[in-house]
């Protein structure tokens, strides 16, 4: 099954402009996590954050996690036609669970 | 490090034909490996665990005796398409934890295995 929602479904920018992408969810969870898939192939872990977690960084990318809202976004600033793929968030409910995955973002960027 | 190896990356075959993908840690052990599916321009569907040692989990509507599961090392899961359809065709991709490490760590993703069923 399917956590939640991420809008939005697709997302087209300029390089050089900041890309953010939501995603929502439904059960507690212990953390979340953010992947990228290049058309084809399989996931990237991008970056985790901790339920006790509110904000996290890792280069040009910001995830914010709001457990009250049950909702993380993530932010990839001064994008590159490189950063073109789908982006999903993913929650393990438990620790050693499977991940439940988000329906993704599809991020196009032009040059 | 944690690289997870998944072969074939692309398997076309006629329908009725059993099809075997191979998942493996190269340079860890795993304890529990994860099969998904994935349909064109939509999101990863567990369809089940793989526990080595052990019987696979499979998710709700998933058909254990349509897709074999077998974890027999730390390195290794397989998931066999027995006699598939085109229906079958997907994208399969396993995932890999690393042995020990349960609490807040990531999957490792193999490539993925493009079915398709003529």
């Known amino acids: 099954s399917q956590q939640g929602e991420e809008d939005p479904q697709a997302l087209s920018i300029q390089e050089g402009e900041n890309a953010t992408m939501n995603c929502s969810y439904k059960?507690?969870?212990?953390?979340l996590q953010w992947y990228r898939q290049n058309s084809g192939r399989g996931l990237v872990h991008l970056i985790l954050?901790?339920?006790?977690?509110r904000e996290k960084h890792s280069g040009r990318l910001r995830v914010t996690l709001d457990t009250s809202k049950k909702s993380s976004s993530l932010l990839i600033t001064a994008s590159r036609a490189a950063d073109t793929a789908s982006y999903f968030c993913?929650?393990?409910?438990?620790?050693?669970?499977?991940?439940?995955f988000g329906k993704g973002t599809t991020l196009s960027v032009s040059s | 490090g944690a690289v997870v190896s998944q072969h074939p990356s692309r398997v076309i075959c006629k329908s009725g034909t059993s099809v075997k993908i191979e998942c493996r840690s190269l340079?860890?052990?795993?304890?529990?490996m994860f099969w998904y599916r994935q349909f064109p321009k939509q999101s990863l569907m567990l369809m089940a665990t793989?526990?080595?040692?052990?019987?696979?989990?499979?998710e709700q509507g998933v058909e254990k005796d349509k897709f074999l599961i077998n974890h027999a090392s730390l390195t290794l899961s397989t998931l066999t398409v027995t006699s598939a359809h085109p229906e079958d065709s997907s994208f399969y991709i396993c995932?890999?934890?690393?042995?020990?490490?349960?609490?807040?760590?990531?999957?490792?993703f193999g490539d993925g295995t493009r079915l398709s069923i003529l």
């Open positions: 340079d860890f052990q795993a304890t529990t």
């Open positions: 793989s526990n080595e040692g052990s019987k696979a989990t499979y």
């Open positions: 954050i901790r339920s006790n977690e």
């Open positions: 993913a929650t393990d409910a438990q620790a050693g669970t499977a991940l439940i």
């Open positions: 995932s890999a934890r690393v042995r020990g490490r349960t609490a807040n760590q990531p999957q490792h």
């Open positions: 059960t507690s969870i212990n953390n």
